[in-house]
């Protein structure tokens, strides 16, 4: 049973609810979710039992999810003066978190296949492939390289600099709609 020291309050229990939802949508298991949320949200290191007990969760539920969320670089274990226990923490700078997502999704997901698709177009059998396809193979290759390159150079921004390029999208956009 959840006591005072570790209820959520109402918003932050929709926020974490909401986020293991999302979590969910966006192929992460919904406690791994709730957990970076929590963590997040209360800005300080928390022990897997605090976790379970604020989540309702069952302990392994919590440890199984905090080794997804370290392999995932989004959360790291630190110890405090005079506990034995290990204990949890995530950035509690959104822009941070947001860079770490995206990278690790970057390096699991989308490099992957530009390093597929350049495996392919390198291999001598390619050229026996018709125009067609090996014309839409190039063709995917080129835009993945291109928006890995571009997914760099705006990680490499600083936060500001990026909220101004992505202000300045929209209106490059109605620009070019316009003009």
Same mark, same amino acid.
């Given at each position: 049973m959840t006591d005072a020291s570790t209820a959520l309050s109402p918003i932050s229990r929709r926020f974490v609810l909401h986020w293991g939802e999302m979590g969910s949508r966006w192929g992460v298991n919904r406690t791994v979710a709730q957990i970076h949320a929590l963590l997040f949200l209360s800005g300080r290191p928390m022990h897997a039992e605090e976790i379970a007990e604020t989540?309702?969760?069952a302990?392994?539920?919590?440890?199984?999810?905090? *080794?997804?969320?370290?392999? =995932?670089? =989004?959360? *790291?274990?630190?110890? =405090?003066?005079? &506990?034995?226990?290990?204990?949890?923490?995530?950035?509690? &700078?959104?822009?941070?978190l947001f860079r770490t997502v995206v990278r690790e999704r970057k390096?699991?997901?989308?490099? $992957?296949?530009?390093?597929?698709?350049r495996e392919l177009v390198?291999? $001598?059998?390619? !050229? !026996?492939?018709? !125009?067609?396809?090996?014309?839409? !193979?190039?063709e995917t290759l080129a835009l993945m390289s291109a928006l890995s390159a571009w997914g760099e150079e705006m990680l490499r921004l600083q936060p500001a600099t990026l909220m101004k390029v992505m202000k300045l999208g929209g209106r490059i956009q109605k620009l070019l709609r316009d003009g």
């Amino acid at each position: 049973m959840t006591d005072a020291s570790t209820a959520l309050s109402p918003i932050s229990r929709r926020f974490v609810l909401h986020w293991g939802e999302m979590g969910s949508r966006w192929g992460v298991n919904r406690t791994v979710a709730q957990i970076h949320a929590l963590l997040f949200l209360s800005g300080r290191p928390m022990h897997a039992e605090e976790i379970a007990e604020t989540l309702e969760v069952a302990r392994s539920n919590v440890s199984t999810s905090l *080794r997804e969320l370290i392999n =995932l670089n =989004l959360v *790291r274990t630190l110890h =405090l003066m005079g &506990d034995r226990r290990d204990h949890f923490e995530t950035s509690k &700078d959104v822009w941070e978190l947001f860079r770490t997502v995206v990278r690790e999704r970057k390096a699991r997901e989308f490099d $992957p296949t530009v390093g597929m698709l350049r495996e392919l177009v390198a291999d $001598p059998a390619f !050229a !026996a492939e018709s !125009a067609d396809v090996r014309a839409r !193979a190039k063709e995917t290759l080129a835009l993945m390289s291109a928006l890995s390159a571009w997914g760099e150079e705006m990680l490499r921004l600083q936060p500001a600099t990026l909220m101004k390029v992505m202000k300045l999208g929209g209106r490059i956009q109605k620009l070019l709609r316009d003009g």
